[in-house]
Nanobody, 122 residues
Framework: AVQLAESGGGSVQAGGSLRLACTAS????????MGWIRQRPGKEREGVAAIRWDGDTIYADSVKGRFTISQDNAKNTLYLQMNSLKPEDTAMYFC????????????????WGQGTQVTVSS
């Protein structure tokens, strides 16, 4: 089993940036497919970005051009660079692994971190 721990969340003004990180422990490597999932208040969980072992990425339309997902397998760390943040981006952000499919679907992932809160004010 793998344990995930997110960090880097916080409060920023609209237009600002944050960089989230997710560190894995328990296993040396992440699974072939990793993702960042968020849950906004009163809304269902939604995938925002996913990355495959070879570096191929998928982004939700709502974050394309603003968010960038990346990974450093040597450090067992997954990143989400978030730029031009909007109040609508306010959510709990989770990293997830254990998927055998390159997908934004939350149901594809088996292991989840505890989440890190991102709050964007206008």
């Amino acid at each position: 089993a793998v344990q995930l721990a997110e960090s880097g969340g916080g409060s920023v003004q609209a237009g600002g940036s944050l960089r989230l990180a997710c560190t894995a422990s328990g296993d040396r490597y992440f699974s072939r497919c990793m993702g960042w999932i968020r849950q906004r208040p009163g809304k269902e969980r939604e995938g925002v970005a996913a990355i495959r072992w070879d570096g191929d990425t998928i982004y939700a339309d709502s974050v394309k051009g603003r968010f960038t997902i990346s990974q450093d397998n040597a450090k067992n760390t997954l990143y989400l660079q978030m730029n031009s943040l909007k109040p609508e981006d306010t959510a709990m952000y989770f990293c997830a692994t254990g998927s055998s499919v390159h997908s934004l679907s939350p149901s594809a992932y088996k292991s989840w971190g505890q989440g890190t809160q991102v709050t964007v004010s206008s």
